[in-house]
């Protein structure tokens, strides 16, 4: 696997790639990697004949008063993971090199309507900086397939609008969620769960269970979602939110089917998020 911080060295790579006419794969991480992000990187490895992760913390991504400057980097260690994944290609720039002018003058990519409620009410200005960062991405890497996790559900939807809005020739892969053995979905962020709050987790995943057979059974969504609420401040959590929405994120509606749970909470400061699909009963 080679390792590569500058732009014109990995234009000059991924040019070699495409005149052998090589499928290339994008995984875009921010490092700090798990068997999560592995699936990803296997996910490719079957999708393109070439696998390009990048590893960079956008600091676009983080408000005022998020983890940016305590999120881990870990980047001797990811590297072994990548090139033990079947990785091809780690582009890994630094800061001057994706943002040579700064943030505040930075050109920035806002998808209106699905980067709305949910983690982009708590968190304003979040996915316009993911969106920032992958569109940058898609157009440095250019790659024929780009695979994202289920676990960060709205940001995959974000993704996928944008690509379908800006017509960009990029097929975009959701991944299954990994997820540890008692139920909780493979996060960067439980690293910052202590003992007694680790132990505490997996009530997120098994509150979502239970509200899936609840609703698939045809229990009332607002007083179903009202007690999952109440189970989860139960458990330990402080909910940002608990939603059932559509798969495309809008409203649940009598005719609505295919479903969504979705669920953010924290423990102490730690921000979980998780999410499971269900159907609903005719």
Same mark, same amino acid.
């Not at 079957?46 to 390009?52: L, Q």
């Given at each position: 696997?080679?390792?590569?911080?500058?732009? &014109?060295?990995?234009?000059?790579?991924?040019?070699?790639?495409?005149?052998?006419?090589?499928?290339?794969?994008?995984?875009?991480?921010?490092?700090?990697?798990?068997?999560?992000?592995?699936?990803?990187?296997?996910?490719?490895?079957?999708?393109?004949?070439?696998?390009?992760?990048?590893?960079?913390?956008?600091?676009?991504?983080?408000?005022?008063?998020?983890?940016?400057?305590?999120?881990?980097?870990?980047?001797?260690?990811?590297?072994?993971?990548?090139?033990?994944?079947?990785?091809?290609?780690?582009?890994?720039?630094?800061?001057?090199?994706?943002?040579?002018?700064?943030?505040?003058?930075?050109?920035?990519?806002?998808?209106?309507?699905?980067?709305?409620?949910?983690?982009?009410?708590?968190?304003?200005?979040?996915?316009?900086?993911?969106?920032?960062?992958?569109?940058?991405?898609?157009?440095?890497?250019?790659?024929?397939?780009?695979?994202?996790?289920?676990?960060?559900?709205?940001?995959?939807?974000?993704?996928?609008?944008?690509?379908?809005?800006?017509?960009?020739?990029?097929?975009?892969?959701?991944?299954?969620?990994?997820?540890?053995?008692?139920?909780?979905?493979?996060?960067?962020?439980?690293?910052?769960?202590?003992?007694?709050?680790?132990?505490?987790? &997996?009530?997120?995943?098994?509150?979502?269970?239970?509200?899936?057979?609840?609703?698939?059974?045809?229990?009332?969504?607002?007083?179903?979602?009202?007690?999952?609420?109440?189970?989860?401040?139960?458990?330990?959590?402080? &909910?940002?939110?608990?939603?059932?929405?559509?798969?495309?994120?809008?409203?649940?509606?009598?005719?609505?089917?295919?479903?969504?749970?979705?669920?953010?909470?924290?423990?102490?400061?730690?921000?979980?998020?998780?999410?499971?699909?269900?159907?609903?009963?005719?």
């Amino acid at each position: 696997m080679r390792t590569l911080r500058e732009i &014109p060295l990995l234009r000059e790579a991924l040019d070699e790639f495409r005149h052998r006419g090589q499928r290339i794969a994008l995984v875009p991480t921010m490092g700090n990697l798990h068997e999560g992000h592995l699936a990803l990187v296997a996910e490719a490895r079957r999708r393109g004949d070439v696998v390009v992760a990048t590893i960079f913390v956008n600091p676009l991504q983080f408000g005022a008063g998020e983890d940016l400057d305590a999120y881990p980097r870990t980047l001797a260690e990811d590297q072994t993971k990548l090139e033990d994944a079947g990785c091809d290609l780690l582009f890994a720039p630094e800061m001057t090199a994706v943002y040579p002018r700064g943030l505040e003058a930075q050109t920035r990519v806002c998808v209106p309507e699905v980067s709305e409620g949910l983690c982009g009410g708590d968190r304003p200005g979040h996915f316009d900086g993911v969106a920032t960062i992958v569109t940058m991405l898609f157009n440095l890497v250019q790659p024929d397939v780009a695979c994202f996790g289920e676990k960060d559900y709205q940001q995959l939807a974000v993704i996928r609008r944008m690509v379908n809005d800006l017509h960009l020739p990029v097929e975009v892969v959701g991944v299954p969620i990994v997820r540890a053995e008692d139920g909780l979905a493979l996060s960067s962020r439980n690293g910052y769960l202590d003992a007694t709050q680790r132990d505490a987790a &997996p009530s997120l995943y098994l509150t979502l269970c239970a509200l899936r057979d609840a609703l698939e059974a045809g229990a009332d969504p607002s007083h179903t979602l009202a007690e999952g609420l109440d189970r989860l401040r139960e458990a330990g959590f402080a &909910p940002d939110y608990l939603e059932l929405r559509d798969t495309d994120l809008g409203p649940v509606t009598e005719t609505t089917r295919d479903a969504v749970l979705l669920v953010a909470a924290r423990l102490g400061p730690t921000r979980l998020i998780d999410n499971l699909s269900l159907t609903l009963p005719r």
